[in-house]
């Protein structure tokens, strides 16, 4: 990986669809703002000290719409609606871009506002949170929730540019943190890297030093994990393959999220999903010995939870209900070795049989 690179691309069919620029701070994306033409920047009112540095260096930033309160319970068609209705008062043309400065509920709403406003205008990220800087920024997936069912209704729409900076991170609380930090965990499980050595790395950057994500070696592996999903992405962009990798451990933590009712963070949700996917794996004889514990080593570093407190019979309801569900079966993501999974299509109550002792209550 080369230290110095600033700009990753994302392709179809050989031409760029999006790139995800890097810089120490916010103001280093300035230049490139400013040739974004008319900015309309949808942003969290928690990172508005950004969004006023935005608007100080970037005179084309042409109106604010403040989302408060920002939670999935808030990520919702009412929410994206009312970006359209203030994009259409505001003047917003199809020259126009949206910018979404926020985490991933925020670039998630606002790219998916953008992408039906006037049948599709342009979207730019500066993601305030690691989750949204290594994932959910990146890629072009766009979506509000249903009830509490996520982002069942969204897009694919690539932003035109992701912003990346270490500076957003230093404030982060430690919670928000480490739901960044089991993203990039996810990301280096599937592609550890030509030296097989992200993992350790990453594990090494974290229990070193408390104040490890505004170390050079901590925004390096930032950049790899946003280029492994650039690359996933470049390759399979509508999920028909290999983009299905990039869910190992979701399909468990939408179920979890979705029976936690805003008590278990995504990220969180994810790690338990990590987790329960390296057991499994382990239970069905695909994964090498010992990586479930390796795994589950890794969260415990990242002070990640890994045990599901949910009843096994309420999770299985909920996962028949996931937007991957098809005849009750799911395309789970299993680990065969740290760098190295494999995408199986399982009955849900097989698996989740198995996983039993992992759940809160046993069957
Ligand atoms: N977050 C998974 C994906 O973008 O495909």
Not at 39 to 64: I, Q
Not at 67 to 88: G, M, P, Q
Not at 95 to 106: E, F, H, K, Q, Y
Not at 259 to 266: F, L, M, R, V
């Amino acid at each position: 990986m080369d230290l110095r690179m600033d700009q990753i691309e994302i392709k179809r069919n050989g031409d760029t669809v999006s790139r995800v620029v890097f810089a120490p701070a916010v103001s280093g994306f300035a230049g490139i703002i400013r040739t974004l033409g008319r900015v309309f920047m949808v942003y969290d009112e928690a990172v508005e000290r950004y969004a006023v540095e935005v608007k100080g260096h970037c005179p084309n930033v042409a109106g604010n719409f403040v989302l408060h309160n920002v939670s999935e319970e808030s990520k919702t068609v009412r929410t994206a609606d009312n970006i359209c209705r203030w994009l259409l008062e505001a003047g917003a043309d199809r020259n126009s871009s949206v910018l979404a400065v926020g985490g991933g509920i925020v670039s998630d709403m606002a790219g998916f506002a953008a992408s039906i406003y006037k049948r599709g205008i342009r979207a730019s990220y500066l993601p305030t949170t690691l989750l949204a800087q290594v994932d959910a920024a990146i890629g072009g997936k766009t979506g509000v929730n249903l009830d509490s069912y996520k982002n069942i209704i969204g897009t694919f729409h690539q932003p035109e540019y992701t912003f990346v900076c270490p500076e957003v991170l230093e404030s982060l609380p430690d919670r928000v943190f480490a739901d960044g930090l089991t993203e990039m965990l996810k990301t280096f499980i599937i592609d550890n890297g030509i030296h097989g050595d992200r993992v350790e790395r990453m594990m090494t950057a974290v229990s070193m030093q408390a104040r490890c994500r505004m170390e050079t070696e901590f925004s390096a592996l930032v950049a790899e994990a946003a280029s492994v999903k650039a690359g996933v992405v470049t390759r399979d962009e509508l999920e028909g393959g290999e983009r299905r990798k990039l869910n190992l451990g979701h399909t468990f933590a939408h179920a979890i999220e979705h029976c936690a009712n805003g008590t278990i963070s995504h990220g969180e949700a994810v790690a338990i999903g990590l987790s329960m996917a390296a057991h499994l794996s382990e239970s069905l004889g695909i994964a090498r010995s010992g990586t479930a514990e390796r795994i589950d080593g890794c969260l415990d570093t990242c002070g990640l939870p890994k045990k599901c407190p949910f009843p096994v019979a309420m999770l299985e309801d909920a996962m028949r209900k996931d937007k991957k569900s098809e005849d009750d079966k799911v395309h789970f993501i299993l680990v065969r070795d740290i760098g190295d999974v494999v995408e199986r299509l399982m009955d849900v109550s097989e698996a989740m049989d198995i996983l039993a002792g992992h759940c809160g209550t046993e069957r």
